[in-house]
């Protein structure tokens, strides 16, 4: 990276422009927290509905207490051991954060990325970023700097290119209810077995009463989705009609059949290869022409789990 191009997207930054920009997860489209103006325009270009609030970037983890008034003593245990890294932890806000950025909750997102290059140009900015992961709204997120180029163009100042992300997923959100016991938000980039290595258990949304489940707003059902419809293998009915179709595969150790493309994840098997290819075949299933595309889900545990997840939204059917 050259150092001119990455004080030029500083310098936007302060300025209060928005940047694209590399994590080790997916790509961010960033605005300085602490303006507003800015970024509301993050949420004009990725037509992102203002109740979905938005992750605040940091590049040490003492910035922490700039954002945040207090938090449960199992959060500085994680935060030791994941940070820098895919793990993102939602804690009570300060009143000093703009309300835009949490989209009026008394709570914001926070996490310290991995990638260097995202830390340094936090540093330079002197200011956290507020970044959603630069894509459209619902659509499935960018791994590269060419994905965020096809989808988002010229409504960004600049998208810094850091390469291909290496994690591939969205960080793991952790948020904890009143009595500080811990809550799965989103699977991700930190496998929850990790976690509970630290924590103990941690309660997933589902298992946990809606009484006590902090608020999600951006959980949406229908997301990261391609524009060609998905089909889950085995889990939905496959439409009748012929016509070109690509596959998703895990392994690619499915008998060849008739499809136009696939996509292999990871011929051994390793699911966290699997993560850093899976929008990138999404992308170019997508860019293929096909009529619909066919995914196999992948074992449910460590990054799997993230990868299930991101394959069962895309396969949620638009409402009518
Ligand atoms: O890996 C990542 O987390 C990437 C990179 C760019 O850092 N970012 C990302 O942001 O995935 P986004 O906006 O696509 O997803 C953030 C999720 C949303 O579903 C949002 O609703 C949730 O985090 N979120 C943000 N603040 C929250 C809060 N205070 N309470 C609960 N959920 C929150
Ligand atoms: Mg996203």
Not at 32 to 40: G, I, S
Not at 75 to 82: E, I, S, T, V
Not at 102 to 117: F, K
């Amino acid at each position: 990276m050259r150092a001119d191009l990455l004080e030029q997207a500083a310098a936007l930054l302060r300025a209060g422009g928005v940047v694209a920009f590399p994590t080790e997860t997916v790509y961010g489209l960033g605005a300085d927290a602490f303006q507003p103006r800015a970024v509301a325009r993050v949420f004009e270009i990725k037509g992102r509905p203002s109740f979905d609030p938005l992750i605040v970037h940091i590049a040490h983890p003492q910035e922490v207490d700039r954002l945040t008034i207090a938090r449960p003593p199992q959060a500085d245990c994680l935060m030791a051991r994941f940070w820098p890294g895919p793990l993102t932890l939602v804690l009570p806000k300060r009143a000093e954060l703009p309300d835009i950025v949490t989209a009026g909750l008394p709570t914001v997102a926070v996490r310290l990325p991995g990638h260097p290059l995202a830390r340094e140009l936090i540093r330079r900015v002197g200011s956290p970023l507020a970044a959603p992961s630069a894509n459209r709204f619902g659509r499935t997120s960018p791994t590269c700097a060419e994905h965020v180029r096809n989808q988002l163009g010229a409504a960004v100042d600049l998208v810094l290119d850091g390469g291909p992300c290496e994690v591939g997923v969205e960080s793991t959100i952790l948020a904890f209810s009143e009595d500080g016991s811990p809550i799965l938000l989103r699977p991700g980039g930190t496998p929850l077995e990790a976690i509970e290595e630290v924590i103990g258990p941690v309660a997933l949304p589902s298992s946990t009463s809606p009484t006590n489940r902090p608020l999600a707003p951006g959980m949406m059902e229908r997301h990261y989705a391609t524009a060609t419809p998905i089909w889950l293998m085995g889990e939905d009915a496959l439409p009748p009609t012929p016509g070109r179709w690509g596959l998703l595969s895990f392994r690619g150790t499915r008998r060849p059949g008739d499809w136009a493309l696939v996509e292999v994840l990871s011929a051994t098997g390793d699911l966290k290869e699997a993560a850093a290819r899976l929008f990138d075949a999404m992308h170019r299933l997508d860019a293929a022409g096909l009529e619909g595309i066919v995914a196999e889900r992948v074992p449910d545990r460590g990054l799997g789990r993230a990868i299930n997840d991101r394959l069962r939204r895309a396969a949620v059917r638009r409402k009518p």
